[in-house]
């Protein structure tokens, strides 16, 4: 069997679309564009080309972008500071402080400075309780653009087994309380799992999140599973000392046994943006207090 590719880059530019569509309608009914704040504190480069392009597409949406680059000497209080302002700034509906942080700071103490309700990268720990009891609130971008993916692919997700590989606070706790919300039968493995292979095989759908290059391998792979790969590694390229992008899922052998997966790059990485802009849409009509259909996204 060969695997459908499952095209992120086209799903997301379909997401992208509607929210440009629905953001013009926002800025004519509110007076004012949708605005997000991206704050990134030192040079590391992996972070520069994030923010670059999360700028971009926040503009090519449609909406207004606020770019705070901060030195990575800059000291906690300066940062915590900067968030207040943005907290308290009207034209901002949506804060995103670009992990990591350099290591004098305490990421979990700069989160807690966000305004829940401006938390578009749904890191904050209200946003992570929401999520946890069912209620309404931001989820984070990946996780949400995985589940946009497999139920565009799948339909209802019922029933089904999922495996997510890694327990992250950002990819893998949420994607899997996110799972559930879709009644899914769902095992969250680690690099403590006992037989890590054998997890899999029982597994309708796996999300790999480990950040592990290619670790997950096509004979662990159910036949006709869907297979998402959150996984974005640069490996050295076989010969000429160039680089490549490889995901955690071994896309050759995996690809000849899944019934759909993603590849990398062009599978999910895409999707973390486009749903980015998304949540700030939806943050800017909640603090707009105009209505957003439920379904319009
Ligand atoms: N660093 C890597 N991914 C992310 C993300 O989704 N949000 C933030 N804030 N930082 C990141």
Redesign the pocket.
């Known amino acids: 069997m060969t695997a459908q590719i499952i095209d992120g880059k086209a799903f997301a530019e379909g997401l992208r679309g509607r929210v440009g569509t629905l953001a013009a309608s926002f800025a004519a009914a509110a007076g004012r564009k949708a605005g997000l704040a991206v704050v990134l504190v030192g040079e590391d480069p992996a ?1 520069q080309v ?1 923010v670059r392009n999360k700028g971009k597409q926040t503009l090519a949406c449609g909406m207004e972008s606020f770019e705070h680059r901060l030195s990575a000497e800059t000291s906690e209080a300066d940062l915590l500071a900067l968030v207040d302002t943005l907290n308290a700034d009207p034209a901002v509906d949506g804060i ?4 990591p942080l350099p290591a004098h700071m305490d990421e979990q103490k700069v989160i807690a400075a966000i305004d829940p309700d401006k938390d578009v ?1 749904g ?1 904050h720990v209200i946003n992570a309780g929401r999520l946890a009891v069912g209620l309404p609130g931001f989820v ?3 996780p949400l653009g995985c589940v946009m993916l497999l139920k565009d692919r799948l339909g209802s997700l019922a029933g089904l087994d999922a495996v997510v590989i890694g327990r992250s606070n ?1 990819v893998g706790k949420p994607m899997a309380q996110l799972l559930i919300q879709e009644s899914c039968t769902v095992t969250v493995a680690h690099s403590r799992t006992k037989d890590l292979p054998e997890v899999v095989r029982r597994a309708d759908i796996v999300v790999a999140a480990v950040g592990r290059p290619e670790m997950v391998k096509g004979e662990w792979i159910k036949p006709g599973a869907t297979v998402i790969d959150v996984g974005i590694n640069r490996v050295p390229a076989a010969e000429d000392g160039k680089t490549r992008l490889v995901g955690d899922v071994d896309f050759a052998s995996a690809s000849a046994v899944a019934g759909a997966i993603t590849p990398v790059p062009g599978g999910v990485g895409p999707m ?1 943006i486009a749903v980015l802009l998304r949540n700030t849409l939806v943050a800017a009509h909640r603090n707009a207090g105009i209505d957003l259909p439920q379904d319009a996204l």
């Open positions: 972070s994030y995103l402080v670009q992990l990268d890191f984070p971008c990946t950002i973390t």
